[in-house]
Structures are given as C-alpha cells and as structure tokens.
C-alpha cells in the first residue's frame, strides 16, 4: 500500500522568504510522486511529479522537489514567496502513473506582506 | 476543450434523497476518476474507468453508492439514500492513460446533505 504524510497542517511564511513544504511517503514498489495545489473553490492543479528520472524535479511557478529515496521524502520548495502562492498544497503518491493517487492531509499555506 | 467540466457545482439535498452527478473528461482521454474530499483532508480515491470499463472500485464505494461510464465519454456518480456523512467535495478527473501527461481535475461538485 502506498501512503504519504505531509508535516505541518499550516505553514505561514513572508512574501520573498522560503517555503518549504515536507512529505513523506511509504510505498512498497518504487513510487510515483505528485505535488498539487488547490485554490479555495477550485479543482486541483499539479505542479510537478516524479516519475523515477532525475530526482530533482521543476515544476509550475518556480516550485521543485527533491526525491530522496533514502529519506523517503519528497519536499516541495520555493526560493521567494509571492502572494499568490497561498493556497493548499497536497502531496500524493501513486504504485504507477496511472493517476490512482494516494494524497495526504494537506498544508494550507498563507503568505505574509 | 476547456478542461473537465462537473454539474452541478453545489447540491444541497436531504437526508434519504439520491443524488447524481456529471463529470465530462477531457474529450481525448480515456480515463476518468473519481475522488472525494472531506474539509481539511486530502483526495480519496473512489474509482475509475477506462473507456467504459470501471476497472477499480475503492472501499470507500459502498453500496449506495454507483458510479457509470456508459459510452465511455462523460461519467455519472450517483449517491443513494444519503447520509449526513456523505457531504464532501466530489471531483473528476481524467487522463490520456499513457501517463506521459497529466490529469486534469475540475472543479468538483460540493454536496450537503442536511
């Protein structure tokens, strides 16, 4: 079974300072990663996966994520906060790319002036 | 094509009352999943289907709940004597099935049951 865990329920950070975003998972073959977000009222989007290339992995609006089997982690980070990253970021992971996702809990993000 | 489309996007209904929701794929792709979401949780996965064929239900599908793909192109969930405990955010999603690109998720379809 494959399960992710997401630490932080809430994470508050300054325009222009680091987000960071952690998630752990568990998975009993090689994972698929995913990192989505979700503005208030909307379906979710998805800003980038890992599918056992490279384990520095880019995304959407200058997020990327590191896999680090040995950790089994897969954070999410972004150098400069904007104002529009607020929002709520799931991670979610899958036995294949088939889109069969398996989501954690969530980190809701806000970002301070 | 503008995305993945569900109907109605709220629904509020009484205890005991069937509900029925649409979801249009991404007129290309042949799969389509549906999840749902309780406040403040992530996704579960329900079901999904290829083409027409609904290839995995979740435990979570009980019994009053049903879900058709009928000519493979959009989908129906349909809900059944609803309980309190069935309110939650529902989403479709759908992919090409090749996994070289993404799903695509709408916008979902809020349902309270009161």
């Known amino acids: 079974a494959q399960s992710v865990t997401q630490l932080g329920s809430h994470v508050s950070v300054s325009e222009g300072a680091l987000v960071l975003l952690r998630c752990n998972y568990s998975s009993s073959v090689p994972p698929y990663l995913f990192w989505y977000v979700q503005y208030p009222n909307q379906g979710l989007q998805l800003l980038l996966k890992y599918t056992s290339a490279a384990t520095l992995v880019k995304g959407i609006n200058g997020f990327e994520a590191e896999f680090k089997k040995s950790e089994t982690s897969f954070h999410l980070t972004k150098p400069s906060a904007h104002m529009s990253d607020a929002a709520e970021y799931f991670c979610?992971?899958?036995?294949?790319?088939?889109?069969?996702?398996?989501f954690g809990a969530g980190t809701t993000v806000t970002v301070r002036a | 094509d503008t995305g993945v489309s569900q109907d109605p996007r709220h629904k509020i209904t009484k205890r005991g009352q069937n509900v029925t929701f649409r979801c249009d794929p991404i007129s290309e792709h042949n799969r389509l999943y549906w999840y749902r979401q309780t406040l403040g949780q992530g996704p579960e996965f329900l079901t999904y289907f290829q083409n027409e064929a609904q290839l995995e239900k979740s435990r979570l599908l009980s019994d009053r709940f049903s879900a058709e793909r009928p000519k493979g192109s959009f989908s129906t969930l349909e809900i059944q004597r609803t309980e309190q405990g069935d309110s939650a955010m529902y989403l479709c999603?759908?992919?090409?099935?090749?996994?070289?690109?993404?799903?695509?998720f709408g916008q979902g379809t809020r349902l309270t049951v009161v």
């Open positions: 999603a759908s992919s090409d099935g090749t996994g070289n690109t993404e799903a695509f």
């Open positions: 979610a992971v899958s036995r294949s790319n088939d889109y069969k996702l398996s």
